[in-house]
């Protein structure tokens, strides 16, 4: 697999330091762009709640860019997540090919 031994900037960092204090948005001020709570962006910003497809649609219409830019980013941390974590790792190294 190539994925980089560093770690991915994740959707957290990203939305508060690439979105929000450039913007100089508040947590409340998205979460109302958005339609969700407070409390689901304050999740988002602390990486305590992953990017869902419907969250993905929900930035890409706030920030004019697309659901794709925050899948990916969401999907980059996941895999690097799961390689770089001991138990999850050599779960995953036990698996095989089938023969064919």
Same mark, same amino acid.
């Given at each position: 697999?190539?994925?980089?031994?560093?770690?991915?900037?994740? /959707?957290?960092?990203?939305?508060?330091?690439?979105?929000?204090?450039?913007?100089?948005?508040?947590? &409340?001020?998205? &979460?109302?762009?958005?339609?969700?709570?407070?409390?689901? /962006?304050?999740?988002?910003?602390?990486?305590?709640? &992953?990017?869902?497809?419907?969250?993905?649609?929900?930035?890409?219409? /706030?920030?004019?860019?697309?659901?794709?830019?925050?899948?990916?980013?969401?999907?980059?941390?996941?895999?690097?997540?799961?390689?770089?974590?001991?138990?999850?790792?050599?779960?995953?190294?036990?698996?095989?090919?089938? &023969?064919?």
């Amino acid at each position: 697999m190539n994925i980089t031994e560093r770690q991915p900037v994740s /959707v957290g960092e990203m939305l508060t330091e690439e979105f929000l204090v450039p913007m100089r948005l508040t947590q &409340a001020q998205l &979460a109302e762009a958005m339609g969700v709570s407070r409390k689901t /962006v304050n999740e988002l910003c602390t990486n305590r709640r &992953a990017i869902t497809v419907d969250t993905a649609l929900m930035l890409a219409t /706030v920030f004019k860019n697309t659901a794709d830019f925050w899948l990916n980013l969401q999907r980059r941390n996941e895999l690097w997540n799961a390689l770089h974590t001991p138990k999850r790792k050599a779960r995953i190294e036990k698996a095989r090919p089938i &023969a064919a």
